[in-house]
């Protein structure tokens, strides 16, 4: 049988357009895939069209390993505002969105995305006793939805109070700053009160009830030294730190009235 001219054309048009498709489902099929990542912070929201160091820092690491944010990555950040209602509206909010990961530091944050989804994983970025608040059953084998890495208290602590007491050598006593609602306080009370022992001070944690309360509980302190947890209620700001205009404010206290004593005081 012999072909209309016209043919060999249509036979080429055709293996053109099949040749084509093959590309374009061959790249569409390598495209790369976005991967979202929820991430909660306890503290205040940056400026505008800014981000806290550390989460400049989260976003330089993750694109050294490959996950371009605009490309194969979309980061959702939310703050809660210093306070439980504020964590827990935002680690709600994140959750909705369902992503592949989510990213929170802290007790009182994780706590709050891990009350949120069984399904969703939940990366630790650091918690002070995951085991003994119940975020994990073990460090070894964490079950469930929660995983990451322990702030090390009981290696970290220590050595804060050992360095301020290379700092301050005439230190009486230091005492450690927390929050009434970290479920973390009897795991610091206890580590606190096992290092203070070890350097031969005197110390205890101090629980701050409410944060209306902490200018009054930082000026009532008697010790040479406060170490600051950093808690919800002390990082309203930045992150890391004691940020928050009263937490602030009792620090230059402490400084002003450190200044009027033989041995000093540090906030």
Avoid at 119 to 146: F, H
Wanted: proline share 9%.
């Amino acid at each position: 049988m012999t072909l209309p001219a016209a043919a060999p054309a249509v036979s080429r048009r055709v293996c053109c357009a099949a040749g084509l498709w093959l590309v374009i489902a061959g790249a569409w099929a390598q495209a790369p895939r976005v991967a979202r990542v929820g991430i909660l912070s306890a503290s205040l929201p940056p400026p505008a069209g800014e981000r806290w160091p550390v989460h400049r820092i989260f976003v330089e690491r993750l694109r050294e390993l490959g996950w371009t944010e605009g490309v194969n990555l979309q980061l959702e950040f939310r703050f809660g505002q210093g306070t439980a209602a504020g964590i827990a509206a935002a680690a709600a909010e994140l959750a909705a969105l369902q992503p592949d990961v989510l990213v929170a530091s802290g007790t009182p944050p994780i706590r709050a995305l891990a009350s949120t989804t069984r399904t969703v994983p939940i990366v630790m970025a650091g918690a002070g006793d995951p085991v003994g608040s119940g975020l994990v059953a073990s460090l070894s084998r964490p079950g469930g939805n929660v995983t990451g890495v322990s702030l090390l208290g009981e290696e970290i602590i220590p050595k804060t109070g050992g360095l301020l007491r290379e700092l301050l050598p005439k230190a009486r006593r230091i005492d450690l700053l927390g929050s009434a609602v970290n479920p973390a306080n009897d795991y610091f009370a206890r580590v606190w009160a096992d290092a203070v022992r070890t350097i031969g001070i005197d110390g205890r944690m101090v629980v701050v009830p409410r944060a209306e309360d902490i200018e009054t509980t930082i000026a009532g302190i008697q010790a040479d030294a406060i170490v600051v947890l950093p808690d919800p209620m002390f990082t309203s700001g930045p992150p890391g730190g004691c940020s928050t205009p009263a937490c602030g404010a009792a620090c230059r206290r402490r400084r002003r009235a450190a200044r009027r004593m033989p041995r000093g005081a540090h906030c």
